[in-house]
């Protein structure tokens, strides 16, 4: 009897660690799944991480863009180059953007900024293995925010997949060139991104003072420790101006 109930005691330990050992490999799965999903960004296979975007659904203030919630017309980028100052609770960061070699990404960051759309929003999102970026420009901190409108296609997205530190882009959804709104990412560390059926991304400005910050910011981590969340250090935009 004794050695029945400590045959079944240890088949009984066997299965749980079986279906234990089958969890994590569903979870590790999973997030693999998420990362890679690119439902949000896209990012690199030897890490399984992705960056760069959701697959914003935004609702917000209708007085941005056009009556038919249309994006600004590529030409209010008038094919120059414009800078642009985010002051943060953490320090200045300066862009400057270039309205020739992305005009449609160009207008309508400009015209968010000088809306006062981007003011009092925060970075939701830091990957720090495999690729480098910090993803911001959701009203909503969720990842799924925007303004009322998406545009595309792909402007300036190179050729050869790697973007330098300091690049500025759009974030998008995974596959879909026609899914971008108001939110981007800074390049911290070259970074190699890889393409998808949809192509690459809207490379549409360069940081020129604060890339310091954002490697700070990175030093951080998240706030769990993981290689894909939100920033350990809040990061909040209090006023971003465009000129």
Not at 119 to 125: E, K, L, N, V
Not at 146 to 156: A, S
Request: one cysteine or more; charged letters at 20%; glycine letters at 12%.
């Amino acid at each position: 009897m004794t050695t029945s109930k400590s045959a079944r005691a240890a088949a009984e330990r066997k299965r749980a660690a079986k279906q234990a050992a089958l969890a994590q490999r569903k979870a590790a799965a999973r997030r693999r799944r998420t990362i890679w999903g690119l439902g949000t960004l896209a990012v690199i296979a030897a890490v399984g991480l992705w960056i760069a975007i959701s697959a914003n659904t935004g609702d917000d203030d209708a007085s941005l863009g056009d009556s038919n919630g249309l994006a600004p017309a590529p030409s209010l980028a008038q094919s120059r180059a414009w800078d642009v100052t985010i002051e943060t609770n953490v320090g200045t960061i300066e862009l400057s953007l270039d309205g020739e070699a992305a005009p449609q990404a160009v207008a309508s960051f400009v015209s968010l900024a000088n809306d006062g759309f981007f003011d009092g929003t925060d970075c939701h999102r830091l990957t720090t293995a495999g690729i480098y970026v910090l993803q911001c420009g959701d009203p909503t901190g969720t990842g799924t925010g925007g303004p009322p409108y998406r545009f595309g296609p792909i402007e300036n997205a190179p050729g050869d997949d790697f973007y330098p530190a300091g690049t500025l882009a759009m974030a998008r959804g995974m596959d879909d060139a026609s899914s971008m709104g108001s939110q981007f990412f800074v390049v911290y560390e070259d970074s190699t991104i890889p393409s998808d059926e949809a192509g690459g991304y809207t490379v549409f400005g360069t940081v020129t003072q604060g890339l310091d910050i954002v490697r700070s910011i990175a030093e951080g981590g998240t706030i769990t420790g993981d290689a894909d969340g939100r920033p350990a250090l809040s990061v909040i935009f209090t006023k971003v101006t465009a000129s």
